[in-house]
T-cell receptor, first 114, second 112 residues
Framework: DAGVTQSPTHLIKTRGQQVTLRCSPK?????VSWYQQALGQGPQFIFQ???????QRGNFPDRFSGHQFPNYSSELNVNALLLGDSALYLC?????????????FGNGTRLTVT | DAKTTQPNSMESNEEEPVHLPCNHS???????IHWYRQLPSQGPEYVIH???SNVNNRMASLAIAEDRKSSTLILHRATLRDAAVYYC?????????????FGQGTILTVHP
């Protein structure tokens, strides 16, 4: 049973460019959350998708947007990249119907902005 | 969100028990206590969670103080694979929808 899978694993972009990161949730999970983890810091919540809608959002600018598809997979888009967007981007999924169910994380996409 | 306080780092020897403390003095009655850990080069991994009573699973035990203002994650026999950053997180009951607020966590070093 595959867990949460993310692609690509590593990515290098130039300041000002746009990037799309992809996530496939664990089988049976319908909710996807995205987190940003800067070096040496704990992950920070970006937003969560459920039923193809953004349900919650953290303190991130509108340059960060997302999408969830009917098969529950998700994309994270970041426009006008800044050097400070360099981080590990983590996707997490959880089971339907239980608000406190544990999150299952992927191993992330390492984004470097030069 | 209620805040948690953890030591920056702890050390242990292999095959010895490890007690990782967490203070959460402003916890509310409906907050669940969750623990996650993050191994090097991996995403966080769920360890255990509880509300009021002590909890056990195959990975660890969670001891919750009677006043709920602190808790302790117990690894009964540390292995080298347990070296990780451990995060103690409070999750508001019924409203969180998986929005975890991570702090700095405790870096656990396990010596052979």
């Amino acid at each position: 049973d595959a867990g949460v899978t993310q692609s690509p694993t590593h990515l290098i972009k130039t300041r000002g460019q746009q990037v799309t990161l992809r996530c496939s949730p664990k089988s049976g999970h319908d909710t996807v959350s995205w987190y940003q983890q800067a070096l040496g810091q704990g992950p920070q919540f970006i937003f969560q998708y459920y039923e193809e809608e953004e349900r919650q959002r953290g303190n991130f600018p509108d340059r960060f947007s997302g999408h969830q598809f009917p098969n529950y997979s998700s994309e994270l888009n970041v426009n006008a990249l800044l050097l400070g967007d360099s981080a590990l981007y983590l996707c997490a999924s959880s089971e339907p119907g239980t608000r406190n169910s544990p999150l299952h994380f992927g191993n992330g996409t390492r984004l470097t902005v030069t | 969100d209620a805040k948690t306080t953890q030591p920056n780092s702890m050390e242990s020897n292999e095959e010895e028990p490890v007690h990782l403390p967490c203070n959460h003095s402003t916890i509310s009655g409906t907050d669940y206590i969750h623990w996650y850990r993050q191994l090097p080069s991996q995403g966080p991994e769920y360890v255990i969670h509880g509300l009021t009573s002590n909890v056990n699973n195959r990975m660890a035990s969670l001891a919750i103080a009677e006043d709920r203002k602190s808790s302790t994650l117990i690894l009964h026999r540390a292995t080298l694979r347990d070296a990780a950053v451990y995060y103690c997180i409070l999750l508001a009951g019924g409203t969180s929808y998986g929005k975890l607020t991570f702090g700095q966590g405790t870096i656990l070093t396990v010596h052979p």
